[in-house]
C-alpha cells in the first residue's frame, strides 16, 4: 500500500494512512490476508493496555512544573518550548507550549498536543502560575473526556 505514498511523508502519517485503508477493507479478507500477523496480534492482545492518557499526563506534568518555575509574562514560546526539549527530550516534540497572558493578569502557560497518531482529549490545557500542575493536569484532562461527544 505505501508504494503510493509521497516520499515526504513521515513514518507516522504513513502508518496512519495504512491503518484508514486497512479499515476499509473486509474484516474476513484481512484475516485471510494476515493470518501470521493476526496470530501474533492475539498474542500481544493478552498483554496489559496501554494508557496513552496517563503516559501523556506524566510527560505534561513533569514539563510544566519545571516550565512554572520561572514562567512569566514575558516568558517567549521560543523559549518554554527549549525548556520542554531540555526536559522532555524527543518526547517534547508531543508538545507545543505557548504564552497566552494577557496584560494585567496572571500568566497563563498553554500546552498543545501536536502529535497526529497519540488520542488524549483535554487539549489545550492551560495552567496558571502558583496552580498545582498535577490536579490542574488531572482535572483538565478528565473534564474533556467526560465531556467529548462520543
Known amino acids: 500500500m505505501s508504494a503510493n505514498l509521497p516520499e515526504n511523508i513521515d513514518k507516522f502519517s504513513t502508518a ?47 514539563v510544566v512544573a519545571v516550565v512554572m518555575d520561572g514562567f512569566d509574562q514575558s516568558s517567549t514560546d521560543i523559549q518554554l518550548n527549549s525548556i520542554a526539549r531540555q526536559i522532555l527530550g524527543d518526547a517534547a516534540s508531543l508538545f507545543e507550549l505557548r504564552n497566552v497572558s494577557k496584560p494585567g493578569e496572571e500568566p497563563v502557560l498553554q500546552v498543545n498536543l501536536v502529535s497526529k497518531v497519540l488520542d488524549a482529549s483535554g487539549f489545550p490545557a492551560e495552567f496558571t502560575r502558583g496552580c498545582n500542575v498535577n490536579l490542574e493536569a488531572i482535572r483538565q484532562l478528565k473534564k474533556s473526556r467526560s465531556t467529548a461527544p462520543s
Request: hydrophobic share 55%; aromatic share 4%.
Open 16 to 62: 496512519l494512512m495504512e491503518a484508514e485503508a486497512l479499515s476499509a477493507i473486509d474484516t474476513a479478507a484481512i484475516r485471510r490476508g494476515y493470518t501470521d500477523i493476526i496470530r501474533a496480534l492475539d498474542y500481544a492482545a493478552n498483554s496489559p493496555d496501554i494508557d496513552e492518557a496517563a503516559a501523556i499526563r506524566r510527560l505534561l506534568v513533569a
